[in-house]
């Protein structure tokens, strides 16, 4: 443990209080289920301020930041040229309800860049971008039924929040209650990875089935890489039945570099759904496709969908300026080096001492699975027995200043925010976080 700082423990103390208080305003004392840190030891951190890679909470306690927002912050936090764009735009007001020279820029930045997208549409969210796509597909094909995968995230709208019900293939079961089972009906949920499942759906359904939906990676359940030439397939066979692909690229666009998942599987989808990076921290979601297909949304086409607050000024400001910076040359190619670095010393460590555990990463994600898998592609491959390793490594990794994410199912986001020096902390703290996990397991 090359100087890194391990307190006995996390002073809490001005959180507590705030969570106590909230408990009271919200249900579980929050905003969104997995801020509540259910999955890990105390209360949730409530965060005062964020700068570059760093989080500060209301204790004071100064934290690395690897959720980085859950994604969005691919800057790092109060990134000058974002912070910069928007205070510009405050002093002009913060909506209009018309359309501003801001919702062009942003859409041309985004169409100019992703191979695939010919016309979008802004939105205030990921789910509200996933809801969309969902009913332009459903109009466009003039069928019901979609194909999600387990372990696959898309929002919480009602077609999304099914699991997969028990045997080979079959209609979903509701993950939630308030989803009527005739929308789960509608959804059907296969494995991850699984060209059987998929072929078996489409001979039994071809003529319902509107759209096959997946994550550009799957990353809201682990970091589940699938091959690709299982997304090669999967356009193959939506192509040949007339199916719709549609690519969740909510974390991926912008994070994977610029033309996302689907400039790194070669894989043309029919819609692309973004959010996250492309508001820069602000509220902002995006459908697009082909303008064939985007003519189907209204006002020029039957397909309705609208917003009060869509393509609202300061968030776009945001985005464009989020957007300007990633464009610049070698963006990516730093972002992922630096992380590459990263993640290699953490896993000649993890070999050196013959840990069972294994660290995925891909772009500038990575995720620590508790397990000697050393392939994992499908939610079945984690063993959810292993989560309490997550949660020990979580509240030593607080202890010693690294926030991850608050569950062991979450990925982590390097930022161009974390300089080597951060990095290199990081190493140093998760190499003695993961010698203690192993090591109060093995007394526990
Ligand atoms: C975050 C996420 C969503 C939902 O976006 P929200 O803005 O939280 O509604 C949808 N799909 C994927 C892949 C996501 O990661």
């Known amino acids: 443990m090359k100087g890194i700082i391990v307190r006995e423990r996390l002073n809490r103390e001005k959180s507590e209080e705030l969570f106590e208080k909230a408990k009271g305003l919200f249900p579980g004392g929050v905003n969104s289920p997995v801020r509540a840190f259910k999955a890990v030891d105390g209360c949730p951190l409530f965060i005062a301020c964020g700068d570059k890679a760093y989080l500060w909470d209301e204790d004071g306690n100064k934290f690395i930041d690897f959720c980085c927002s859950w994604g969005p912050l691919i800057l790092g936090h109060n990134n000058r040229g974002i912070r910069l764009a928007v205070a510009a735009q405050l002093g002009k007001g913060l909506s209009y309800g018309a359309p501003t020279v801001l919702e062009n820029t942003l859409a041309e930045l985004i169409i100019n860049n992703v191979e695939h997208i010919e016309k979008l549409r802004f939105v205030s969210s990921g789910t509200e971008a996933l809801m969309s796509a969902i009913r332009l597909a459903r109009a466009y094909t003039g069928r019901d039924k979609i194909v999600k995968f387990e372990g696959c995230y898309h929002g919480h709208s009602d077609s999304l929040l099914v699991k997969a019900g028990s045997g080979l293939v079959t209609l979903g079961k509701t993950s939630s209650a308030g989803v009527p089972d005739s929308f789960a009906q509608q959804t059907i949920v296969i494995g991850l990875g699984d060209s059987a ?162 660290l995925f990463s891909i772009g500038s994600m990575f995720w620590f699975s508790f397990s000697t898998q050393e392939v994992m592609r499908k939610a079945e491959d984690i063993d959810p027995s292993s989560m309490h390793r997550h949660k020990l490594m979580h509240k030593i990794l607080l202890r010693c200043g690294v926030y991850f994410g608050p569950s062991g199912y979450e990925v982590g986001f390097v930022s161009s925010a974390h300089t080597a020096a951060d990095l290199r902390y990081t190493v140093e703290v998760i190499k003695y976080a993961l010698g203690q996990v192993f090591q109060e397991d093995i007394v526990q």
């Open 197 to 358: 499942a998929i072929e078996y759906v489409f001979s039994q359904f071809a003529d319902q089935i509107a759209a096959v939906i997946i994550e550009g990676i799957p990353a809201n359940n682990g970091l589940l890489i699938q091959e690709k030439g299982y997304i090669k397939f999967l356009r193959e066979i939506t192509e040949q039945h007339k199916a719709m692909l549609i690519f969740d690229e909510v974390i991926t666009g912008f994070r994977l570099g610029i033309g996302g998942a689907a400039a790194y599987y070669g894989v043309r989808p029919d819609i692309v759904t973004f959010g996250k990076i492309i508001g820069g921290g602000m509220p902002v979601g995006a459908y697009g496709g082909s303008k064939a297909l985007m003519s189907m949304i209204s006002p020029d086409g039957p397909v309705y969908q609208a917003g009060t607050l869509s393509g609202n000024p300061v968030a776009m400001s945001a985005g464009i300026a989020a957007l300007k910076q990633l464009l610049k040359p070698m963006f990516y190619e730093k972002l992922e080096r630096k992380t590459r670095g990263m993640v290699t010393a953490v896993q000649q460590h993890i070999t050196q001492q013959g840990y069972e555990v294994v």
